[in-house]
């Protein structure tokens, strides 16, 4: 009977679709294999099952069910007794596994045994029982399908393993459920680099966090550079004309409590490297200074210098290298 129940449970690993209706009627046609102490003939099955199909519940079906055979034969010492025999029960079913329109499922249930009254050894009995089915869903309301149930009686622990093939029939279409439709998404401007201009005009999109940029995206820098009142040459002395200059930086930190400024002092390549790397640390200094004096905190201005190393304009022309003789203001939040 194990080595059965084993192969219908190898004919069944495929798999099935839920049901597009609220009831189903199964008329079925089927056998019994009853377990050979019990001393009954293997024989047919009738049957009918009226299920309801659930939702929301851990089971997927509750079914009762009916099964008629019109010839049930004991044989007692030689001697053959028949009879007419009913199972009536009630199950649950629980989809397993589904693939396309196929469906492995299982089941567990109760039942009651209404044997021929003529039987000497096998009596009226309550019984449980547990199964597997394959489901072939072949219409939304036709369904095909295939079952083996292991029926465990409650007197002695005796077994009868049905096997039964089965036309499904829906009834009571379910309503489709109500999709609200997707609320359409608003264009989302993109900021990358979190710099507060959008990807689209950003022209420096890799901005580190936390830099002041300007209104193409790129770090906003005030150079301290009027070609008319410059640093001079070999000189770090601040002008009158070259603070008006430099009020311009106190003001914009003034209106930005938040920031901080970094002071980058450059000079041209005239001179020895060494003498130019100091003297351009001197105009960052100076630069500084007089921010204090324009009531900027000293302890949100930070200095370096770069000496001749970072021209932006040739340094063999008089105008390049007054050019390159500066300051640099740069920010961060």
């Given at each position: 009977?194990?080595?059965?129940?084993?192969?219908?449970?190898?004919a069944?690993?495929?798999?099935?679709?839920?049901s597009a209706?609220?009831y189903?009627?199964t008329?079925?046609?089927?056998?019994?294999?009853?377990e050979?102490?019990l001393?009954?003939?293997?024989?047919l099955t009738?049957?009918?099952?009226?299920?309801?199909?659930?939702?929301?519940?851990?089971?997927?079906?509750?079914?009762?069910?009916?099964?008629?055979?019109?010839?049930?034969?004991?044989?007692i010492?030689?001697?053959?007794?028949?009879?007419?025999?009913?199972?009536?029960?009630?199950?649950?079913?629980?989809?397993?596994?589904?693939?396309?329109?196929?469906?492995?499922?299982?089941?567990?249930?109760?039942?009651?045994?209404?044997?021929?009254?003529?039987?000497?050894?096998?009596?009226?009995a309550?019984?449980?029982?547990?199964?597997?089915?394959?489901r072939?869903?072949?219409?939304?309301?036709f369904?095909?399908k295939?079952?083996?149930?292991?029926?465990i009686?409650?007197?002695?622990?005796?077994?009868?393993?049905?096997?039964?093939?089965?036309?499904?029939?829906?009834?009571?279409?379910?309503a489709?459920?109500?999709?609200?439709a997707?609320?359409?998404?608003?264009?989302?401007?993109?900021?990358?680099?979190?710099?507060?201009?959008?990807?689209?005009?950003?022209?420096?999109?890799n901005?580190?966090?936390g830099?002041?940029?300007?209104?193409?995206?790129?770090?906003?820098?005030i150079?301290?550079?009027d070609l008319?009142?410059?640093f001079a040459?070999?000189?770090?002395?601040?002008?009158?004309?070259?603070?008006?200059?430099?009020?311009?930086?106190?003001?914009?930190?003034?209106?930005?409590?938040?920031?901080?400024?970094?002071l980058?002092?450059?000079?041209?390549?005239?001179?020895?490297?060494a003498y130019?790397?100091?003297?351009?640390?001197?105009?960052?200094?100076?630069?500084?200074?007089?921010?204090?004096?324009?009531?900027v905190?000293?302890?949100r201005?930070?200095?370096?210098?770069?000496?001749?190393?970072?021209?932006?304009?040739?340094n063999?022309?008089?105008?390049g290298?007054?050019?390159?003789?500066?300051?640099?203001?740069?920010?961060?939040?």
């Amino acid at each position: 009977m194990k080595k059965i129940a084993l192969a219908m449970v190898a004919a069944s690993a495929l798999f099935a679709a839920n049901s597009a209706y609220n009831y189903e009627i199964t008329p079925t046609v089927g056998g019994v294999h009853p377990e050979g102490n019990l001393d009954i003939d293997e024989h047919l099955t009738l049957g009918l099952r009226a299920a309801k199909n659930l939702e929301g519940l851990f089971f997927d079906q509750f079914e009762l069910g009916a099964d008629y055979s019109h010839k049930v034969k004991e044989t007692i010492n030689n001697v053959d007794r028949e009879g007419r025999a009913v199972r009536y029960f009630a199950n649950v079913t629980k989809d397993i596994v589904e693939f396309g329109k196929f469906s492995l499922y299982g089941l567990a249930g109760l039942g009651y045994e209404d044997l021929p009254k003529q039987f000497i050894d096998n009596k009226d009995a309550g019984f449980g029982q547990y199964g597997l089915g394959l489901r072939y869903q072949v219409t939304d309301v036709f369904a095909l399908k295939a079952e083996a149930r292991d029926a465990i009686k409650f007197r002695h622990g005796d077994h009868n393993l049905f096997y039964s093939l089965g036309f499904g029939i829906g009834l009571g279409a379910k309503a489709a459920p109500v999709v609200a439709a997707a609320p359409v998404a608003a264009p989302v401007d993109l900021d990358d680099d979190k710099d507060g201009v959008l990807n689209d005009v950003d022209q420096c999109p890799n901005t580190p966090l936390g830099v002041v940029v300007d209104e193409t995206g790129c770090e906003k820098v005030i150079v301290l550079r009027d070609l008319g009142v410059n640093f001079a040459f070999d000189s770090y002395k601040v002008s009158e004309s070259y603070a008006k200059e430099i009020k311009k930086v106190a003001d914009f930190m003034a209106e930005n409590s938040n920031y901080t400024v970094a002071l980058a002092g450059h000079t041209d390549s005239v001179g020895k490297e060494a003498y130019n790397q100091k003297l351009s640390e001197k105009r960052a200094n100076a630069v500084a200074k007089t921010l204090e004096k324009f009531g900027v905190s000293a302890d949100r201005i930070t200095t370096v210098g770069y000496g001749e190393t970072r021209p932006i304009a040739d340094n063999k022309t008089k105008a390049g290298r007054a050019e390159n003789r500066r300051v640099e203001a740069t920010f961060k939040k």
